[in-house]
C-alpha cells in the first residue's frame, strides 16, 4: 500500500511538473513571438533560457543564465542517477546549492530587463517569481502587453556589397588584404571585419576612425598580427602572419591605457624595454645609448630618476609610446595616445608622431578627438558597422578626399554620418561602404 | 635603423635567462618603493603572537606540539598567502602588454619564484630568531644536517614557499586584486581545515588532506619534534580536575595523585600516557621527514606549471 502511495505521489508530481512546463513553455512562446525571437526555442530547456535574455536585452546576463540552467540540469539528472550514494550526492549538493542561487539571481535580472523591454512596473518581478506559469501565460497573450524593441535577427539581414579582391602588395609599406575576421562568440559565428584592403605607403600618417563596435581595435590587432584573420598583411615583402615571431619587433603597439610599473623608474623601465625589444647582439653600451637618445626625444631626460607614479599625465604617455619606439619600428601603432590629455599637451604629442611618421616610418591612430589634430594627418581609415554589425571599410585616403567624399567637413560630423541610427548617427554606413568599394573598383579598373 | 635590420636578419632578441633576471630586477625595486617589504616585518609580529599563544608547550608536550606546529604551518601559509596572493593580479595588463612585445611568460614566473624565495626564506628566518626571542623551546636533535634549526628552517620554508606558489596559481588566474583576495581566505580554510592531523576528519575526507601544504608540513615538523618521545598531559591534566569526585565518602582520585607525586612517578605516567598514543606518521624518522618535503616540492612544482600554463592564456583577456 505504501508503495503505491509512494508511486502515485511521483506520478503526480511528474504530471504537475510536466503541466507547469508546458504552460510556462506556450506563455514563453508567445512572448518569443512578440519579440521577434523563434518561438520553437520556448519549448527547449536551456535555449528557452538564452532567447529569453535576448528578448529582455540582456545578453551578456543571458550567457551565465544559460549556463547555470545547463548546470543544474545536468547535475540534477546526476543526482537523480546517483541515489544511494550518499557521500557523492553530498559533494554534488555543495556547488548545486550554489549555482542554483547565482541562477535566481540572474533569472531575476532578465525578468527585470524583460519588464523593462514591455516597460512595466517593477513590481511585476513578484509574480514572476511566485507565479511563472500565469505571469508568462497572461504576457504572451495579453494584447495590451507588448515590448518596447524587438530583437534583430542579422540572419536575414545582407550587408553592403563587398570589393571583394586583394589588392597588390606595394614593395614598400603597409599592404592589409583582410578578407574577414570572425570569432565564435557563445556558439554563433560573428564577424567582426570583412573586405578590408589598402596600401599605406611608408612616411604617412593615418588617422583610424570608427564608431563603437567599428572593429579599430580588432583592425589593429589583426595588422599587427595580435589575433590574426584570414588576411595577407605584408610590412614591405615580409609576411606579418608567417613571420610573426620576428615582425612583432617591428611592430610597435602603444595600448590606451599606461600600462607601466608606476613604483619602478623612468629610466629603468626604458632600458628594461630596451633589453626585451633590442636584438640581443647590440652591447650594453649602444643599448644605453638608444635609451639615452629617446629619453631626449621624448622630453624625459630631465625626469628620467623619477618613478613613473610621479609623473605628469603626458610624461607617462610619452614614457609609454618611448617603451614601443625604443625598438625603433616601421609601423608604429597607437590607441587614443591623447586619452585624458589636455589641447595643448595633446597637440604636442601629436606633433611628435608626426615627427617620427617623417622619418620614413608608418603611424597608425586611434583618437576619438581627430579635429584638433587632423592638419597633421596624411590618410584617413574611416571603419564603419554595416547593417550585419560587421565592421567595414567605408574610406581609405587623403583627409581633403574624405570630406568631400562624404560631403562633409569635419570628422566628427563624417563619424556622426556613418554611425547607425540607434546610436545617435545617420546611420549611411553601407552607403558609404558600397560607394567606396565602387570607387576603388573604378581606380583599379 | 634596428628594425629593417632586425626583419632582414632575423636577429635573435633577450632570451628566456636574461628576461628572468629583468623581472627579477623590477621585483627587487618593487619591493624597496612598492612597500613589498612590509611583509617581512609582519611576519615577525605574526611569529610573535603565536610564540606567545602556544609557544610554552610547543616541542614539550605531545598536545603543545601539535597545536604549536599547527600553529607554526599556519603562520608559514598566511606568510607565503600574503607574499604573492597580488603580485601577478595587480598588473596583469602590464603583464598582456608586454607578452605582446615579446615577453616569455616562463621568466616571468621563475623571476617570481626566485624573488618569493628569497622572501619566504627572508621570513623563515625571521620566524625562527622571533620563536627563539620568545623562549620557544625549539627541537634538541636534528634528523638531516648538524643543526636541528636548519632542519626546522627547511621545513618551515619548504611551507611558505609552497602556500606562496598557490597564492601565485591563485594571482595568476584572479582578474582583480578583489578576485584573488576574495579566494585567498577560502584557500585558507581549506588549508586549516584538511591539515589532517589537527581536526579531527571523517575517513572519506581523508584522502583531501594529501593536497594541503599544512599536512605535509605539520607532518614534518611533529616528526623533527619527535613527538612520539613526548609526554602526553590531557589525560592527566582531565583526571586531576576530577581529584574530588567521592566514592562512599572518599576521594580515590586524590589518593592516588599523592601517592604518585610521593613517589615521583608523575613523569614516568606522563610518558607512559605518551607512549600509548604514539603515532607511526610522526616518526622521528627521516623517511617521514623526506616523504613530506617530497610531496610540498611537487605541490609547489604543480601550482608554479599551473601558473605559467594559465599565463600563457593570458592575450585571451578582453581590454
Known amino acids: 500500500m505504501n508503495i503505491n502511495i509512494d508511486t502515485m505521489n511521483t506520478v503526480l508530481n511528474c504530471v504537475r511538473d510536466g503541466v507547469s512546463f508546458i504552460l510556462v513553455s506556450i506563455g514563453y512562446m508567445k512572448i518569443f513571438e512578440k519579440c521577434g525571437v523563434q518561438k520553437r526555442w520556448a519549448f527547449i530547456p536551456v535555449l528557452r533560457e538564452y532567447h529569453l535574455s535576448l528578448c529582455a536585452d540582456k545578453e551578456k546576463e543571458g550567457r551565465t543564465y544559460t549556463i547555470l540552467s545547463c548546470l543544474i540540469y545536468v547535475i540534477g539528472i546526476a543526482i537523480a542517477l546517483l541515489n544511494g550514494h550518499d557521500m557523492l550526492l553530498a559533494l554534488l549538493a555543495i556547488p548545486f546549492v550554489g549555482i542554483v542561487v547565482a541562477q535566481v539571481i540572474f533569472e531575476i535580472k532578465i525578468y527585470l530587463g524583460l519588464i523593462d523591454v514591455f516597460g512595466r512596473r517593477k513590481r511585476w518581478i513578484w509574480l514572476f517569481i511566485f507565479l511563472e506559469w500565469f505571469t508568462v501565460l497572461y504576457w504572451g497573450f495579453s494584447k495590451k502587453l507588448v515590448p518596447t524593441r524587438k530583437v534583430q535577427d542579422l540572419k536575414d539581414i545582407e550587408g553592403a556589397k563587398e570589393f571583394g579582391e586583394d589588392i597588390t602588395v606595394a614593395d614598400e ?18 564577424v567582426l571585419l570583412k573586405d578590408i584592403h589598402m596600401t599605406i605607403p611608408k612616411g604617412h600618417m593615418v588617422l583610424l576612425l570608427g564608431g563603437s563596435g567599428a572593429g579599430k581595435t580588432t583592425y589593429l590587432n589583426a595588422v599587427t598580427g595580435y589575433e590574426q584573420a584570414d588576411a595577407e598583411i605584408k610590412l614591405d615583402s615580409e609576411d606579418v602572419y608567417k613571420d610573426y615571431t620576428s615582425m612583432k619587433y617591428d611592430i610597435g603597439f602603444v595600448p590606451q591605457q599606461d600600462l607601466m610599473r608606476g613604483n619602478d623608474t623612468v629610466l629603468m623601465t626604458l632600458s628594461d624595454a630596451a633589453t626585451l625589444r633590442l636584438p640581443s647582439n647590440i652591447s650594453f653600451q649602444d643599448r644605453m645609448k638608444r635609451v639615452e637618445e629617446v629619453l631626449e626625444q621624448f622630453g624625459l631626460a630631465s625626469v628620467k630618476n623619477n618613478l613613473v607614479e610621479k609623473l605628469s599625465g603626458g610624461q607617462r604617455k610619452r614614457l609609454s609610446i618611448a617603451m614601443e619606439f625604443i625598438s625603433d619600428p616601421t609601423l608604429f601603432i597607437l590607441d587614443e595616445p591623447d586619452s585624458g590629455l589636455d589641447g595643448v599637451v595633446a597637440r604636442n604629442l601629436f606633433e611628435k608622431l608626426r615627427q617620427i611618421a617623417d622619418e620614413g616610418k608608418i603611424v597608425v591612430v586611434i583618437t576619438h578627438t581627430p579635429d584638433r589634430v587632423i592638419d597633421l594627418f596624411d590618410d584617413v581609415i574611416v571603419l564603419a558597422k554595416d547593417q550585419t554589425r560587421t565592421g567595414r571599410l567605408a574610406w581609405y585616403g587623403p583627409v581633403n578626399e574624405a570630406y568631400e567624399f562624404f560631403g562633409k567637413d569635419s570628422m566628427e560630423d563624417i563619424l556622426l554620418t556613418i554611425n547607425q541610427k540607434d546610436e545617435g548617427g545617420e546611420g549611411k554606413a553601407d552607403e558609404f561602404v558600397e560607394k567606396y568599394a565602387d570607387r576603388v573598383k573604378e581606380n583599379v579598373g | 635603423m634596428w628594425g629593417d635590420g632586425m626583419r632582414k636578419v632575423r636577429l635573435r632578441h633577450t632570451g628566456r635567462f636574461i628576461q628572468t633576471f629583468i623581472y627579477l630586477g623590477k621585483l627587487f625595486r618593487m619591493f624597496l618603493f612598492q612597500n613589498d617589504w612590509k611583509v617581512l616585518p609582519m611576519s615577525a609580529v605574526i611569529a610573535g603572537l603565536v610564540s606567545f599563544a602556544v609557544g610554552k608547550n610547543i616541542f614539550v608536550t605531545m598536545e603543545g606540539t601539535l597545536m604549536g606546529t599547527f600553529a607554526l604551518a599556519c603562520i608559514c601559509v598566511w606568510n607565503g598567502f600574503f607574499n604573492s596572493i597580488q603580485m601577478i593580479c595587480r598588473e596583469r595588463a602590464i603583464v598582456k602588454r608586454e607578452h605582446r612585445s615579446g615577453m616569455h611568460i616562463s621568466s616571468y614566473v621563475a623571476a617570481h619564484m626566485i624573488y618569493q624565495a628569497l622572501l619566504c626564506l627572508a621570513q623563515v628566518v625571521i620566524t625562527i630568531n622571533v620563536c627563539i626571542f ?27 614557499y609552497a602556500a606562496d606558489m598557490l597564492a601565485l596559481l591563485i594571482s595568476s588566474f584572479a582578474r582583480t586584486t578583489t578576485t584573488a583576495m576574495t579566494i585567498m581566505p577560502f584557500m585558507l580554510i581549506v588549508q586549516l581545515l584538511f591539515s589532517g592531523s589537527f581536526f579531527n576528519l571523517p575517513e572519506q575526507a581523508m584522502p583531501f588532506t594529501n593536497i594541503t601544504v599544512t599536512k605535509w608540513g605539520l607532518t614534518a615538523l611533529c616528526a ?50 605518551g607512549s600509548l598514543n604514539q603515532n607511526p606518521d610522526f616518526n622521528f624518522d627521516r623517511g617521514v621527514v623526506v616523504k613530506c618535503w617530497i610531496w610540498m616540492i611537487i605541490w609547489t612544482i604543480i601550482y608554479a606549471a599551473l601558473a605559467v600554463i594559465i599565463l600563457e592564456f593570458i592575450d585571451m583577456d578582453k581590454r
Open chain 2, 134 to 160: 620568545m623562549k620557544v623551546k625549539m627541537p634538541s636533535e636534528s634528523l638531516f644536517t648538524a643543526w636541528p634549526l636548519v632542519d626546522i628552517g627547511i621545513t618551515l620554508f619548504l611551507i611558505t
Open chain 1, 173 to 190: 609599406g603597409l599592404t592589409v588584404n583582410i578578407r574577414n575576421r570572425s570569432v565564435i562568440d557563445f556558439f554563433k559565428r560573428k
Open chain 2, 224 to 273: 623533527q619534534g619527535n613527538y612520539n618521545s613526548l609526554p602526553m598531559v590531557s589525560v592527566w591534566n582531565n583526571a586531576l580536575k576530577m581529584k574530588d569526585y567521592e566514592v562512599e565518602g572518599e576521594k580515590p582520585l586524590l589518593e592516588a595523585f599523592k601517592m604518585i607525586e610521593e613517589n615521583d612517578q608523575r613523569d614516568a605516567i606522563l610518558k607512559e600516557s
